[in-house]
């Protein structure tokens, strides 16, 4: 299923993914630093969102409290805490 999340506190503004079970495809980031989003994305493909979680959460960029890469732990987190609840409703 395809999902997008809105960022909060960085560059870029948005971040659009699949998630096939606990598996992470085709991250897109909206905005941000183009070269290191698109790193980013390749390195991620494939993943789980516990993968993802344990390399990406809790990162800074610069002074701020969050990251892109932080962001992406976040939204996929949260996607899959979605699909799981409508799973078992």
Known sequence: MTHTY???GTC?????FDLDGDRVHNVQYVNGC????QAVSQLVEGLTVEQIEEKLRGIHCGFKQTSCG???AIAVQQAYEQEQAQKNA
Do not use: H
């Open 70 to 72: 932080d962001q992406l």
């Open 34 to 37: 183009s070269g290191n989003l």
């Open 12 to 16: 870029s503004t948005e971040i659009s």
């Open 6 to 8: 809105r960022t909060i």
